[in-house]
C-alpha cells in the first residue's frame, strides 16, 4: 500500500507519535532537488574532504527513523508515529526505504550524529526526514544520497515540502501535477540500486583506506557482500563523491 502511495504521489503522516491513525498527503507544491541543479557549497566540500563523519548505507535504519521522530525546538510532537516507523521498518526490510547515516568517534564510541531516510521505486527518491547532532551531518548525508543516485542513474529526488535547509542546497518548488508527471517518467528500473552505488562510490574504496576509522566513507556492514559490486582502484570515498556531483548525468 505504501509503494502505490508512492507512485500516485502521496505519502502518509500521522498528529502525534501515539497516533494509531495516519492521513494521506498529496502537496499542492512539491519540493524537489534537481539533480543536476543540488548544491554543495565550498565549506561542505571541505567538510567531506576532512572526512569528518564516517557515512554508511542501510546500517541502522531503525535509529535513523527514531531519531527522525523525536521532538526538536518549537515541535514537541511528530508526524512519524509508531505505526509509520513500524511500517517503514517492514519497508527497509523488503528492501524498499534506505537509511544514510553519519558516525562520529567520541570518548564512549562510535556516536550516530545525523542521517536521512526515504523510500525509492522505479528511478525515483522521496526523502522522509532527516535529523543532525553536529553540524552538517545531515548536509552531508543528503550530499552523498545524490551522489548515489546520480551515479546509479536516478532522475527525481523528492523532498516533499519546502524548507530553508534544502533550498540552500538547491531544492525548488514544482505543482503537483508536474511532480506528477516527473515520476511517470521515471518510470523503470535505474542502471543500478542504491546499494551497488554506495558500494562503488564508497564501500570498497573505504574498506581498502580506512577499515575501522572514524573518517568519512567507511561501508556498512555487508554492503558489498549484498551487492557483488567492488569498486575501482584506490581512491578515497570522499574524492570519488565529490567527483560524481561534477559529472555529467
Request: proline share 4%; hydrophobic share 40%.
Amino acid at each position: 500500500m505504501l509503494l502505490l502511495a508512492y507512485r500516485s504521489g502521496i505519502f502518509p503522516m500521522a498528529d502525534s507519535r501515539d497516533d494509531p491513525e495516519v492521513f494521506w498527503v498529496e502537496p499542492r507544491e512539491r519540493a524537489i532537488i534537481p539533480l543536476d541543479q543540488f548544491r554543495c557549497s565550498s565549506s561542505l566540500r571541505k567538510v567531506i574532504r576532512q572526512g569528518r563523519f564516517r557515512v554508511t548505507l542501510n546500517a541502522d535504519f531503525a535509529s535513523v527513523i527514531h531519531a527522525c521522530s523525536q521532538p526538536r525546538p518549537g515541535h514537541p510532537e511528530s508526524w512519524i508515529s509508531d505505526r509509520i516507523q513500524a511500517s517503514y521498518r517492514h519497508l527497509h526490510a523488503a528492501g524498499h526505504a534506505h537509511s544514510i547515516e553519519c558516525w562520529t568517534r567520541t570518548e564512549q564510541g562510535v556516536e550516530l550524529v545525523g542521517g536521512l531516510y526515504g523510500v525509492s521505486f522505479d528511478r525515483v527518491f522521496c526523502g522522509e526526514s532527516m535529523f543532525s547532532r553536529a553540524d552538517n551531518a545531515s548536509k552531508v548525508a543528503l550530499t552523498y544520497l545524490v551522489a548515489m543516485m546520480r551515479h546509479a542513474g536516478f532522475q527525481v529526488l523528492d523532498c516533499q515540502f519546502m524548507t530553508d535547509h534544502l533550498a540552500s542546497m538547491g531544492a525548488v518548488e514544482i505543482p503537483q501535477a508536474k511532480y506528477q508527471d516527473l515520476i511517470a517518467d521515471a518510470r523503470g528500473e535505474p542502471r543500478m540500486s542504491l546499494p551497488a552505488a554506495y558500494s562503488e562510490l564508497v564501500g570498497s574504496a573505504a574498506a581498502g583506506s580506512a577499515t575501522g576509522s572514524a573518517g568519512c566513507g567507511t561501508t556498512s556492514a555487508g554492503a558489498t557482500a549484498r551487492t557483488g559490486v567492488e569498486s575501482t582502484g584506490g581512491e578515497s570515498p570522499a574524492k570519488l563523491i565529490l567527483q560524481s556531483l561534477t559529472q555529467t548525468s
